[in-house]
């Protein structure tokens, strides 16, 4: 039921962090959206790569956008690699939530927010 309140007891972790925004070079200035919902990866003289700006979700694409840039950079790095990147397919460990998330069993999460917290 709604009257359920959720206080700090009910909190088992917390974190925060901070994400430094960027603007894409390529981008429209004008469009501010772009400063937080996107990330860059640059590469300057001597080769160094370097990706910024994104979001926690897409950490993923992030670095698998950097590794791109860095193979494109160092194609000799190639002979190092298995085949294309795969971790949109591997599940983290401690991320699986009693399979709820990973198997995008997502209808059942927000069953369970509704049934246990009232949400």
Known sequence: SRSH???GSAVRAAWSGLRPLVRD???DPSDTKKLSRSHVVDVVEGGLVTVA???WTTYR???EDAV???LEVRPELRKHTTGPCSTSQMQLIG???GGLVCH???NRV???LREVYGM
């Open 5 to 7: 309140v959720v206080d």
């Open 25 to 27: 070079p390529e981008a």
């Open 53 to 55: 700006g994104g979001k």
């Open 61 to 63: 694409r992030m670095a």
């Open 68 to 70: 791109d840039r860095a």
């Open 95 to 97: 991320a699986d939530r």
């Open 104 to 106: 995008r069993n997502f």
């Open 110 to 112: 927000t069953i369970m």
